[in-house]
């Protein structure tokens, strides 16, 4: 398992790369928080090579791990709505979606799609790093009768989303964590050594 992951962290680092997912600077996140680093997995999709790998990665994982503890997948907006439902199309389960906001319309639910009362509803978003996106879909889901103990999410950025996230009885499991992301980065000559210490600096232990 130990070689199966270190390939599969290559070919992730190797699509980051190709796809310039990285960047440095100052930047917003939805959060409020500000960050010197941005991983931009939002792109992914425009690029149908790079989204069919890292699908492929996506439904391997939660196939092995997840696959039997969840009734629907549910994709948290905007930037984990792709891949939830492509996910949920390999995996053959359903695809619901929740909003960002109540709709003052129609149903007026938070959920878009078929949710039953007692359905076990996997979580699922580009990356965490404080966990409120997660936090909120959650609760709209249980409000709605839905159960949810699990989310996945491509990358953990590793600053306190996924201990928030235990305490309201969800985990978390991820693709990768940024530290192992960025410092496979560094040994391929993608960023400097600079680079890695800003987001080790980041990085909550």
């Given at each position: 398992m130990g070689n199966d992951r270190e390939a599969m962290l290559d070919k992730f680092c190797g699509i980051l790369k190709k796809i310039d997912a990285l960047e440095f600077g100052t930047f917003k996140l939805?959060?409020?928080?500000?960050?010197?680093?941005?991983?931009d997995l939002r792109v992914v999709s425009s690029f149908p090579d790079a989204f069919h790998e890292v699908l492929g990665l996506c439904v391997d994982y939660v196939r092995s791990k997840l696959s039997e503890d969840f009734d629907r997948i549910a994709g948290?907006?905007?930037?984990?709505?792709?891949?939830?439902?492509?996910?949920?199309?390999?995996?053959?389960?359903?695809?619901?979606?929740?909003r960002q906001g109540v709709r003052l319309h129609g149903r007026e639910?938070?959920?878009?799609?078929?949710?039953?009362?007692?359905?076990?509803?996997?979580?699922?978003?580009d990356?965490?790093?404080?966990?409120l996106s997660l936090r909120r879909a959650a609760a709209a889901v249980r409000s709605e009768g839905g159960v949810v103990t699990d989310a996945f999410v491509l990358l953990d950025r590793e600053e306190g989303g996924r201990k928030r996230l235990l305490n309201g009885g969800v985990e978390v499991h991820s693709l990768f964590r940024v530290s192992?992301?960025?410092?496979?980065?560094?040994?391929?000559?993608?960023?400097?050594?600079?680079?890695?210490?800003?987001v080790a600096k980041q990085v909550k232990k």
């Open positions: 939805s959060s409020g928080r500000v960050t010197p680093y941005y991983m948290i907006p905007i930037a984990g709505i792709p891949f939830a439902s492509v996910l949920a199309y390999h995996l053959s389960k359903p695809f619901i979606f929740i639910r938070r959920i878009e799609g078929v949710l039953i009362s007692g359905d076990r509803v996997l979580l699922v978003d990356l965490i790093t404080t966990g192992e992301v960025t410092t496979r980065l560094y040994e391929m000559n993608v960023i400097t050594e600079d680079q890695l210490e800003i």
